[in-house]
């Protein structure tokens, strides 16, 4: 029995490992379809030893430490920024930085993500189209409580060769706390200000936490 613990042990590694680097070098969107292409790379079919997100997000950040530690922190640096001033345009719909660029786990693959507050979503696409800017309409799956998601409008831009997108939390969902795919917490969420105080601090700043 403990050899076969130890050795489901050692596979959910690997899986984990290998997710991380489809993750970080070839761009799998989540975690989700990440372990299950790790998984069949490996030549697993069974669902019973894939990792957890929490471990797929470990390796990642190994993974990032040991192969893209010169290339990583001057990308997420360069990321942060851009986040930082489409925050400072977007600053009256009170935007929060969520995901990998906050978090720091980032890929030359990664979106920036920002939680928009707004009276309706309509407000948000005026104010872009008064801007000149060009953007598609679209929707993101967010986990609200356990066992429980909603599907939220977001719209999409590009800001320099970066995919922005803005997810719109509307007057009847404001109230709504999201809670990270990855341990299922509260997300972690990032103000302008707080933003502005990691990038001033340099990639090795602590992921900040507003509310």
Not at 110 to 132: P, Q
Request: glycine share 6%; proline share 5%; charged share 25%.
């Amino acid at each position: 029995m403990a050899t076969a613990a130890r050795s489901g042990l050692k596979l959910r590694a690997q899986i984990a490992q290998m997710a991380a680097k489809l993750i970080a070098s070839e761009g799998v969107a989540d975690f989700r379809s990440a372990k299950r292409k790790a998984a069949m790379r490996l030549g697993v079919d069974s669902e019973r030893n894939l990792p957890t997100n929490v471990e797929i997000e470990q390796a990642l950040q190994e993974y990032q430490r040991l192969f893209q530690s010169r290339s990583q922190p001057d990308l997420l640096r360069a990321l942060r920024r851009t986040a930082l001033q489409a925050m400072q345009f977007l600053e009256q719909f009170r935007p929060r930085l969520v995901g990998a660029v906050l978090l720091g786990t980032a890929t030359e693959f990664s979106e920036i993500t920002l939680h928009l507050y707004c009276d309706a979503a309509e407000d948000v696409a005026w104010f872009l189209n008064e801007a000149g800017i060009k953007f598609e309409q679209t929707s993101r799956i967010i986990k609200t409580a356990p066992g429980k998601s909603l599907e939220f409008p977001a719209l999409c831009f590009i800001a320099g060769d970066v995919p922005v997108v803005l997810v719109l939390f509307t007057e009847t969902l404001e109230a709504i706390r999201p809670l990270s795919p990855v341990d299922g917490k509260p997300m972690r969420r990032a103000t302008l200000a707080s933003l502005k105080t990691m990038v001033e601090g340099g990639p090795d700043s602590a992921a900040a936490t507003d509310d």
